[in-house]
């Protein structure tokens, strides 16, 4: 196994709107690796082995905003290998969480994997970001980023004929739950739940973000660069009444309140009248939660390099 690091000059200053703590990544990191799609897992690395007999040397797989590495804890131990890995973020603390995690994992078939980190923004598209990668993977990225953004990398990871994994994106949707799983909503969950959408869309360093966009603009610049596309829901869904994820529920229910106060400060009170009413349901067991996400793998058509 190797671990190393590089930086460009100027990066490690991201803005705050683009800033995860270390601690609700890993909040969040037992829910997403129970949430993923299995079958596009298993796919990605059926395609991998696929290349992998054609020629030698290393598989190439790049993890844009890959964070602490949630998203290389997940897929190294069920992906083909040798591995070659290039983690990009611009946060250099999670890259130094990330770089402690690398030197622990191993593949599929229980061999050590080569681990860079690359501290930069992910912005221009550029040989620097995709360069060596068979696959490309990111994990809860794409409501953050433009549409520009995200219709650059698939045609410059299309030409390079990259295979893509984009998982966890939100679509936007969130609920609560009854005890019985079934969706509830009122007319103040509705509301709340539409200045979250429109403050998902705020510029987050990358252009206007694509908030619960994601998966379908991701999908059509996919089909658009004739990718074969493969999908899978992924929802999260947090049950009522379960204890050891109040937590990470009261996060998301705080998030969702502090978007909403945002927009329309002169509304606090209703806000946390709501957000004291859900609390109580979510405390009290009566209430869970689901939040929107979709999986996405794109592959190069078949034949050619
Ligand atoms: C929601 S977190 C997801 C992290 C990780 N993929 C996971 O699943 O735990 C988004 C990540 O993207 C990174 N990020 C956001 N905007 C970025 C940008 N413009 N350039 C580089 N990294 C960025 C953040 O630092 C963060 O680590």
Redesign the pocket.
């Known amino acids: 196994m190797t671990v190393s690091e590089s930086a460009r000059p100027g990066a490690g200053t ?2 705050p709107a ?3 703590s270390a601690d ?2 890993a909040q ?2 037992w829910l ?1 690796g129970r949430s993923r799609s299995h079958r596009l897992t298993g796919l990605a690395a059926d395609w991998l082995a696929s290349r992998s007999g054609g020629r030698g040397g290393p598989l190439g797989i790049v ?9 290389l804890r997940f897929l190294a131990p069920r992906l083909p290998g040798p591995q070659r890995w290039r983690l ?4 250099p603390a ?1 890259l130094a969480l990330a770089r402690r995690h690398g030197a622990t994992l191993r593949d599929s078939v229980g061999d050590r994997l080569a681990v860079q980190t690359c501290c ?4 221009p598209v550029d040989e620097g970001l995709l360069a060596d990668a068979d696959l490309v993977v ?4 794409f ?3 433009s549409r520009p953004w995200a219709e650059a990398l698939v045609a410059a990871s299309a030409a390079r004929r990259q295979a893509l994994l984009f ?2 994106s939100v679509d936007g949707d969130w609920a609560f739950l009854d005890a019985a799983g079934h969706r509830i909503e009122d007319e103040e969950d509705i509301a709340i739940r539409t200045l979250f959408q429109v403050h998902q869309r705020r510029d ?3 252009g206007p973000a694509l908030g619960g966009s994601a998966p379908a603009v991701l999908a059509a610049a996919m089909a658009a660069a004739g990718y074969r596309l493969e999908s899978a829901a992924t929802p999260w869904h947090l049950a009522a009444g379960d204890e050891a994820r109040l937590p990470l529920a009261a996060s998301l229910l705080q998030g969702w309140h502090d978007a909403a106060l945002q927009l329309v400060p002169e509304e606090a009170s209703r806000l946390e009248g709501w957000r004291s009413r859900r609390l109580a349901g979510l405390t009290a067991g009566e209430l869970g939660l689901t939040v929107g996400h979709r999986d996405l793998l794109a592959l190069p058509p078949a034949g050619g390099a």
């Open positions: 991201p803005s683009a800033r995860f609700w990544l969040r990191e997403d993890d844009l905003g890959s964070g602490s590495a949630s998203n990009v973020d611009h946060d999670l930069r923004d992910l912005s990111a994990s809860a990225l409501d953050l980023v998982t966890l987050k360093g990358l």
